[in-house]
Structure formats: structure tokens, C-alpha cells
């Protein structure tokens, strides 16, 4: 049997789930069979280009003439087009991979955390980073007790994409749309990243969000944006989420927290980073290097440097010899390989819409925390 | 002139002190001349020692007794003894150089700083990171505008010495002498190099203490200890400092930092690390790599490790060819430097008590709300 | 028009181009079309699973078969069956892709030059190294003039797959058909990048070849391998070729060079590293690390750590966002990249079989210098 | 009793071991006790001066006149200078710390050799590096067999100083005074580091020397030097030493060794970097990160980083708690520390005017290399 999968949204995260889904057959040869059916959008033209060049059979407009043709709706629009689209679908029993943070508001992230409790089909939420061959090690450190009890974890997300204030608003600088900024974009990953690291959940938190440039030019034809005739944007839209956040946790098992993203800290692509202190040893992560995994173990003086590519470690039996590293994209085929095959065997998939609302809580709890300068219970 | 000089403390302070008094004349033959003069403690068998090992002249075992002789008290005692004998000294135009933080509550630290205005006489606190010459070329270039807006300072302090729970009870973790614990020991300087650096102040803060490990045994012939007879600690001390700290800041420019140290970082010796992100530019600094700085620059598109032992880097011309790099005790040599420089030249020294009294407010500020759970103004 | 592609070779390096293929018409849409249409090799059990998995049509087992039927042959065998079947898909004006290094001996590689140099057809040499995009932004820098007359070069390639001593015999480890071991293995791919990087030819070497391990073990069911009934190896084969190389060099130009290779440099995976230090600037870049360039230019003080993966770096606009890394494979998809649209729009390729014959000369005189103990012309 | 002792020369060398002596009471106490008698050199106002900042009782301009005087000769002249004043002291049972090289010849330095070996005096060649407490700590590794057999050293010195062709000509760029360049001021450190590490001796080398810039101008008020009245130099000298050497060798034991050094090494100030390989684990060493030994044994899967600061690392306890970094100029004090100790408790020193002419044959070995174009005997 071949999973027939329709895509909403075709830019950056739908070249990266077509592409990571492009490679299961030779990579992955016991993953199930896919077919990229349906490309889901609304330019045409744009739909008509992507549909070639991600290997789509067809397009449409309109997502609810697609729901009843496929098997697994990827949501990979804006975060509120996470809800609607996903409960439909799991309403008639179609497999979700949502892309991340589950939601623009925590309310509807609880929608869809209820309708994939009560659906048969498989709802999984795309934190990718977990799939990320270091990452999984670090897990199964942790899991181990290597470590012993994990007294601290610091969690930094930065970006500098947002710096130059003419950079153009988009829906990620959109309250309404996107539900937080950094927060939700990058400290997402973080909070996930620690859960799914510790093993355990953040129960409560200090946050503290802001918004560095307030309003932004609308790009030439960008949503909203009028020509003045001359070519330059004549319009600005207000920035209503956060440049940055800073957060500190505790979590139930006692371990303290620090957390921080920001799309304004200068000379950081992607430096999505994470580093663990446990009684026995330590941990340190950063996306940028992402084959490498330092680690300190109780016998060790100090970091040493892993490097991530050894036919054991987690997937890469699946790749090329020790030393020839992967990249970003594969953590999304690793990520494809692990969820399609959970819906074939009927399995359980993590991450769920349940560490999905997770997380969102933590935003949400993050948020709250900021706007009544306490801390607040998730 | 010979400034006599005498300390309060001759265990790792008083040797720092004194050992950057004995270089002075072959690297600084500028600087005044100095004269050990006194050493101040009450085990005599253990002074008797020092005396020699420090170079000192002779000792005595109330401080009482030395003020009058000597022109500047160097007060590298515990914290709580920090106050009387500082002030009492400063009535007497002497000067005084303090150790950090200033002292073991907000109210004795005021009551320092009144005696300082006061006074005719110097009173420096020994801020000794200040002087690391890549600190001071990070402030150079914070101040000349090279960065820009500065958005964010990260701080973190980490040291692991106190992981194992079988670690020896010391006046370090005592609430009465030290007044807290990472939090005054490591997050003072961490806060005073973030004030340094920005020119900046701290307006509001959020904080979190935490101790892991609630009592610890006295050591053998430690304070309070009692011999069971057979060489054993019976007795263990309860811990009443913090044992890590988190904080959340805002500072009066807008700047929005993150504050963490520990003693139970496993795999961390001295990881006294600082980070500023700035609207044109960036900088990282490591103390485990002191003769280092990562510079980020309006136009470079990655950090760029300097190495900092250029002839004019700060201080370097008075050492050695570049590339032959300098340890931490030379900080202290160049902050006696420059502190007994300002003495000789009847020049501001600067961090004084002032500074140290602002660290204070922030350090009372991030205890009060940890208490409380709420943001709190400086 | 579809370019017709056939495989002589289907493992390591037959995965690596199959993956590359597969991927260009996601990424790189104005490539030609291209099919995976025949791929020769022995085993028909092992063809048949992997003409599925690799997504050719059909297997041969003899490469005269397949000659007329290709538009394009990859080369991927052992280097001793490098020569005839690339000879005589020129002489039919198939486009020819050989692994490297050229051949097993510098008279094989000067025939297949030689045919090169006679036919219509490309024939180009898969050093995939020079399609690492901070190769190509370090190539670009060198050919500027910015980092001014270059002085050193060294490159060393690091392995450490043979250390232990039961580690089995391939044909790796045979003269007859590797030629050499380490040197023409893994220093092919450093003289490469050195005459890449610097534009230039080495004019003399001395080198030095050492073989640590006389003899393997050959694995159960390996080529000529005996079981002794109790699944044991009961035989083993000779090595033949170095285990590690190093070399001095100097260039036309007058650079001088220094170049090493190991299979037995314990902890290494795969550190193919460069450094030029030139009258102006310096650069640096290590193969595990591929996303990253530390670049040192005339105003800088130290060497900039550049992560290659801006939309204007060499390749990245095909692929994600800045600070998305991409991994190893994708040097062989920018390698077919160029050289299938040099066949498609009949341009020049480089590296071409002139480049293989330039190295295979270089690899020839270093054993020749490690024979006689001299310094040898290239 | 106190030992006397005289330094020819008060440079870089003299202030070195200098402040070196000065430094031994306070974290020393138990070497003997040192007296800094007397300075040797010519110019006396410099003399005057620099007998105030080393701390030295008084200066003569003859070295005859000094030797009757002292206990101990530090011989810190040019290299042309190392031979009569320290043959002539172990004639009188002086003992001579000498500066490396050894001397400027290899004839001078076996009369060196032959002296030391026939004076009751201690004659210790000052190869300061392995008193690295990283150094000493590899060195205990080797040793331990705990890295196995050693298949590769490398081992390269790269500094930058003379890039710059206006650069002024000193002693150093004369074969006369220096016998030669990069290879003898820094290949020598590299050498016998290896050596040291090893355990062994190198065998044969096949060597490269490059003279790049072959003439400098004479600094204002240089070595012979004319001012033309206006204030700019006039007059240029030859540089008759190497800027830069390369050598391969092979140790006694079968290490393969890869040496190089620079002065034209843009971008890096004293980059003295040493690694080895081994069948069981492998170590990397870099001056300019001095307090840091990277470390990979047989259990681990990549280099630890280890900050080698803790109290039982070699020379620590006499130092700073953990994490406290020291400087370049600690290996002097070390280095004073042992050579006096052997002095005074009448044992063996090492690194003694044994390995000063060990070194020297491989240095002279490699220049004899570099003529004949063959591999040469040391």
C-alpha cells in the first residue's frame, strides 16, 4: 500500500518534507511507499512551479477538496492554519504531521490536542530537531543515568535575521498569525528539546519577551504592501510579537531551567543550542556543528568533541562512512522515515500533539509570565 | 613615597594580592612603591608562615592594629568582614581595596559606600575581570560604537566544585558570612562585567536561587568542626546560600540580559563566559581562554578569534612578544596597577565602592525576587 | 534530451552519484534530465537489489555492454579498472565521470589522458572536494588576490579505519589494483585542492611512504578468503601500499607545501584539512566541518570562523536558509551539477582528466622520491 | 646558601628567566635560594636600566669578568654567543643554563657538549616548552603506553613577525650570529618536544628551507646601520637564514614525523602546535591555548579537551585553584625551578647540553638535507 500524502504549504518547510520524503526509497528502503499527491495553496501560478519541481501530481486551493484524497495532510502553513485543517483531517481519521509550534493560541493548540485524542489516525508535530543523529545520543545518554540527575539545562536559539530594521514583515512578525515571534518560532525547539532530553516537563516559568523594532516595510508585493509606483514599499505593518524572549524554568524534577531565542543577536544564523549539567557529566549541542555532540562523562576531565557519524549511532547506518557528515535537511528524513512508519505499523509516534500542547503550555505559561511579571505555573 | 600596604586574608586572595604587589617594580616600574607591610589574621602559626611566603614585613592579629599603620587596608577577608574594617579605616584615610562582592548584605554595603563618599581616601573593589586586557579592548569597543545598539548580554558563570555532596562546609555557604552564594561569588562579577562593558545599569531583574544539596560535612579541623577522635568529620553544617542562580534582566538602555552561575556545572572550571549581541557587531569571551576574544564586525560575516597580546593591546606592552600569552593572575597585577596608580596620581579609581554598592542592589534585587516571585526593581 | 547515464559500480561511490542524480531536479531545476539507466558490475544478486534501490532500469555484467547504450559512464571501480572501460567510452564519445585517482599507474593515467585529449566527449575527474562551497568562496579569495602571494600551503587528510591491525584486507590495501594506499587514496584529494586553491603546479616533492601492518586478515566471504569451517578468516593477504604518506612540495609559484595522509590517525574520521598562509591572509577549512571557512583577511586579527551558507555563497541559493547546514553528499550533487551541464551545454569541465593526470604525476613522484631517498621533478 | 648567578643578556630572554627567579620564594619556597648578581652585556646605559628592573646587584661588559663571580651562567645571547662563555664556565664548574639553539654551529655545539660532559657543573639547555605542565602531562601519557605505539608526530611552529618585508633585520636573519632562521628558533622547540614526548630519536630527515624576503632594511640606530640624516633607514642587510623550513624524518622507533615552521605564517603569533597519534589514542597540543591538552584515548570517541589547572597536574598545586589559567612566562618559572633544584640536590637536569646537541644534529641534518636534496643521516 502507498500513503498518498497532500502538502499545505509548498515553500521552505514543504521543499523540505517533499525532499526528505523524495529520499526514504533509497536511503530508507523499508519505509513505507509514499506518493506526493496533492500541493495545497493559493497561487496558482506558484502552486503550478512547485507541483513539478516537488514531484506533486496535482494542486488545489482549497484544503477541504483535499482531506478525502489522502492519507497524511502535512500542515506546514502559518501557525493559525495549524487548527482547522488538522481537525478536519483527523475528524475523518487522515494522519497529521503538523509543522511546529502546534498553534497560534494555546486554546486552539487544546483543540487540536482533543481531536487527535479522539481520532485513530496518527497526529505527530514536526519538532525535527529531535531527529538529529547527536540529539538521539544525548537522549539516550540522559535515559542511561550517565549523566545522574540533571541539575541544569540552558536551551539558546539565536538568529540575525531581523537585526536590519528594513528587514520586510512577513506573518512571523504577525501576533494574529503566528501566535508569538521568537518564542514560538525558535523557543519552541528549546522547550522541546529539554523535554525531550530530561524526560520530564517545565512546571513553571519566568518570561520575559521583546519586541525590539516595532513596525516593519511591507516587501514589494508582500501581503498587504501598495506600490507607490516607484518600486519602494510605501507601507509598514506593526510588529506584534517578540524580537526575543528570555525564560527561566523549573521542572518537576527539580532541575533548573534557562531559556532565550532571538532573531536579533548579530553574527548567529542558527545557533540553536543545548547544554545539560548532570551530577555525573555534561552535555553540549549546537546546531550549527550538527554532527557533533561534546560530552562529559564521569571519568572525563572534559568536553570531547563526538562526532556523530559512526555506523551504531542513531540513523547513520543508513548514510556513508564515519566522518562524512549530513546535514540539516536529513533530520527531516529521519523525522518522515520515523512517523510514516509508526502510521504503517500502527505504533506510536512521538513527538505527538500532546508534546505539541506541551510545549505550547510552556509558551503560553512564558507569555502570561511576562505580561504579570510573576512566575507562573504551566 | 612607599605606600605601606596591609592585608586582611593571606589564603587565595592574599596571594593573588601579593604576588601581583612583588611584579610590579620589574613590569610597571612606573607604579608607586609599595611595602608589605602587615598581615592581618588570627592563627598566628599559619600567619607566621604567610608573612614569609608573602613577603611581608610582619603580622598582627586585630585588625584594629594595623590601621594605623598602614596607608591602604586591602580587606580580602570573608564578606561579612568586609564593612568594619573598610569603614573604619576610611574614617582613617586609609585606603582601602575590597574584595567582591562588597559585602554580605545590601544594608552593610550602603553603609560602605557612605564611608567611602566620605572619605578622602581611595575605596576600589577588586572587580580584578575588568582588567583582563580582552575585557577592556570589549569595552573599548562597546564604547566607541563599533557594535552599535548592544540588544543582549548572556552571562554565565560556571564552576562545578561543588557537584560531589561530600564537598567540605565552608564559610562559602553560609548565609550569615557570605551573604549568598554563586550568586554573590561568581554572578557579581558576571553583573559587574555586563555594567562595565555597557556603560549601563540594571533596572529590573527576575531571579532563582537554588541549593542541591541542603548540608555538607565540616571539615577536619574545619570551622565549628568536631573531631570524633578518630580523625573523622562528625558534623555537617547546613548549607544556607544558594548553591546556582538564573536571573532575567533589564537594564535602564534597553538591553535585555541573562544571568546564570553555579558550582554545580559539572565539567566547568572557571567558565566565567560573557556575550553581547549589537545591532552592527558582536563579542564573546571565555576567562578559560582569557587571552581571547571573539569579535564580530559590522563587516565580517563570523567571529573572529583575537588573539589579545598585541604590544598595544591594554597592558600588553608591559609583558611579552604576541602570542606569548598571560595567566589570570595577571589581572590582579594590573588592577593593583592601576588602583595604586590612582592613589600616587590622586586619580578616580574605578570599580569603587559605588560600583560595588550598584552590583549589591542587583545581587539584594535577585534575591528578593526569587522570595517573591516576582520582577523587581533595582 | 534525456542524458542516458550508466554505473560501473554500485556501493559507496555508485550511492553517492545515484543520490546526486536523484536529487537534482528538486534543487537544481535547469539541470538536464538525466536516467539512471544501466549499472554494471559482477554480482548479480548484489545488482539486482541495488538497480532498485539506486533507481536504474537494469544491471549488466560485462561493461563492453553497456558502452553503447549510455550517453554518460561513471567510473566508480577500483582504480585498476579505471583505464579501459574509460578509454573506450571515449573512443565512443560517452562522457566519462572517473573516481579518483585517475588510475593505478601514471602510464594507465597518461592513456586515459591521452584518450581524453582525442575524443568529443567530457571526461572529468570526481574530486568532489572542490565543490564544498567554502572550497569555492576559498578558491574565489585565493584567485582576488586577497589574501595576497601565497607562502604555505598544507593539507592533510587524516583517517583512522586501519589502526587496528585485524581490520580486513580490500583492495584498497593492493598495489596492483589501488596503486597506492593512503597517498593516492586520500592525498589525491589534498593535491587536488592544493592545485585548485593555489591555481598552480607542484614542481618538485619529497616524499616518504610507510606501511605499518604487513599483512590483514581477509575477511569471511572476501575476495580469496578460506573459511576454516568455524567462520573464522584463515587467511591473510599482503598489504601492498602505504598506510600513510606525507610529503614536502614546492610549487611553480614558489609556494612551498606540506602534505600528509594517514589511515592510522587514531581519532580521526575523516580530517581532510587546508591551510594557506599568504602575504595578506590565510585560510583554513576542515572536511568535518564542511559548512565552515575561518578566513583571515589583511585588516583582520584573527582568523573569522565563516559559515558558508548564505544565499550568495557558491551553490546555497539552491538549497536553505542561512544556518541550515548541508552535509557531505552534497558536494557529489554540485559536482554533477557542473558537470552534467558541461555536457549539456558543451562547455569545459573542470577538474577534467588533465587535473587526474596533473595529481597522478604528483602521487608518482612522491613513491618515486620515497624510492630513491631524493627530491624528484614532477 | 644562595646561589649567584649572572645573565648574559637582559632582553626578552633576560627579563624571562628574570622574573622567573623572582617569582620562586613566594610559590617555591623550597628551591634554593637565588641571587641576581650580575648582568653581562655591552651597552651600558642599557645595562644600568635593566639591572634596576630585573633586580640585579650590578653589570660588567666583559663576560670574563662575571664568571669567577657567579654560580651559575644563564647564557641568553645570540646563538654565536652560547659557545666560549659556556664552555669557559663549565671550565670553572659554573653551571649554564643556555638559551636554545644550543649554538650556531654543529661544531660548536659538540664542543658545548664536550665541555658539559667534562665539568662537574649542571649544563642545562633551556627548552623551555617542556615545562608546559600540558606538556609534562602528554609527556606521562606517552610514557604510560596508554596511547600505544606512536605511528605519527607532527609537529609545527607558525608565527608571522617577518611577513611584513620592511620588517627590520636583526641578528636573527643571519647565519653567522643565528645559524639559521625559523628552523633553529623555532624548529629546535619542535624537535625536541618531540623528542621529549617520544621517548626517541629522530633517525633521518629529508628537509626544505625558504629564504622569502632576502634582504630587510636596518632599523634606525640597528646593527650597523646609517642614518641618512632625514631619519629613514638606508641601508639593507641580508637575510642569509631560512624564513620558513619543512621536514620529514623518521624516529629511531618508526614514528613518521612531520615538522614546520614560519615566520611567514600570516595569522598566527605562536602557534607552536604538537600532535601524536598512537595505535591506542592520540593527543594535540597548541602553545597559544597553553593551559589545554587535548586528549583521546582508547575509550573515547573523540578529543577531550582538558584544561590541565588542577592541583595534582604537573607543577598546579604550587599555583591557582582549578580553572585559574597561568601564562607563557610560568614555564620559565618551572623550568628555573627544576634546573636549580638539580643543582642544588647535585641530580641529573634535563633537558641538559645532551639534548642541546641532539637537537642540533637534526637541525643540521635537515640544512645538509635541504642542499643535497636527499635524505640524510642525523
Known amino acids: 500500500m502507498t500513503l498518498k500524502t497532500g502538502f499545505l504549504g509548498y515553500r521552505f518547510m514543504g521543499r523540505a518534507h ?18 506526493r499527491e496533492v500541493l495545497i495553496g493559493r497561487d496558482e501560478d506558484a502552486l503550478g512551479t512547485a507541483v513539478d519541481e516537488l514531484g506533486f501530481d ?9 482531506i478525502d484524497e489522502v492519507d497524511v495532510l502535512y500542515n506546514l502553513g502559518p501557525n493559525d492554519l495549524h487548527p482547522d485543517p488538522s481537525i478536519t483531517a483527523l ?20 483543540r487540536m490536542a482533543e481531536a487527535a485524542r479522539e481520532s485513530d489516525a496518527t497526529a505527530g508535530i514536526a519538532f525535527n530537531y529531535r531527529f538529529v543523529p547527536a540529539i538521539q545520543l544525548a537522549r539516550d545518554l540522559v535515559a542511561s543515568g550517565e549523566l545522574g540527575e540533571i541539575n541544569h539545562v540552558r536551551a539558546t536559539y539565536l538568529q540575525d535575521w531581523l537585526v536590519d530594521p528594513d528587514a520586510p514583515w512577513s506573518w512571523r512578525n504577525s501576533a494574529e498569525r503566528a501566535g508569538s515571534g521568537a518564542l514560538g518560532d525558535l523557543g519552541a525547539h528549546s522547550i522541546d528539546l529539554a523535554r525531550f532530553l530530561l524526560g520530564d516537563d517545565v512546571e513553571r516559568v519566568s518570561g520575559h519577551l521583546r519586541t525590539f523594532v516595532d513596525e516593519r516595510p511591507v516587501a514589494e508585493g508582500g501581503t498587504g504592501g ?35 531565542a532571538s532573531r536579533f543577536a548579530t553574527g548567529h544564523d542558527n545557533a540553536n543550542t543545548i547544554e545539560l549539567n548532570g551530577s555525573k557529566g555534561s552535555l553540549r549541542f549546537d546546531l550549527e556543528r550538527l554532527n557533533e555532540l561534546e560530552v562529559l562523562r564521569a571519568d572525563s576531565r572534559g568536553f570531547e ?20 557528515v549530513i546535514g540539516w535537511e536529513h533530520t527531516f528524513v529521519h523525522e518522515n ?33 511576562d505580561r504579570t511579571g510573576e512566575w507562573t505555573t504551566v
Open 305 to 324: 568533541t563526538v562526532l556523530v557519524t559512526d555506523p551504531d549511532d542513531p540513523y547513520l547506518e543508513h548514510w556513508w562512512p564515519p566522518g562524512h
Open 18 to 35: 517533499a525532499n526528505a520524503l523524495s529520499r526514504l526509497p533509497m536511503f530508507f528502503p523499508d519505509a513505507p511507499a509514499v506518493n
Open 226 to 260: 501598495i506600490d507607490a509606483g516607484d518600486g519602494s514599499a510605501v507601507e509598514t505593518r506593526e510588529v506584534t510579537v517578540d524580537d526575543a524572549y528570555t525564560a527561566q524554568a523549573e521542572f518537576a524534577g527539580g532541575t533548573m531551567g534557562l531559556f532565550e
Open 337 to 369: 522515515y520515523a512517523f510514516l512508519s509508526a502510521i504503517d505499523g500502527g505504533t506510536d509516534y512521538a513527538p505527538d500533539f500532546g508534546d505539541g500542547l506541551a510545549v505550547q503550555r510552556v509558551l503560553e505559561a512564558i507569555q502570561r509570565s
Open 91 to 110: 475528524e475523518n481519521d487522515v494522519h497529521v504531521l503538523s509543522e511546529k509550534p502546534l498553534a497560534h493560541t494555546l486554546e486552539a493548540a487544546e
Open 58 to 66: 496535482r494542486y488545489v486551493t482549497d484544503w477541504r477538496d483535499a
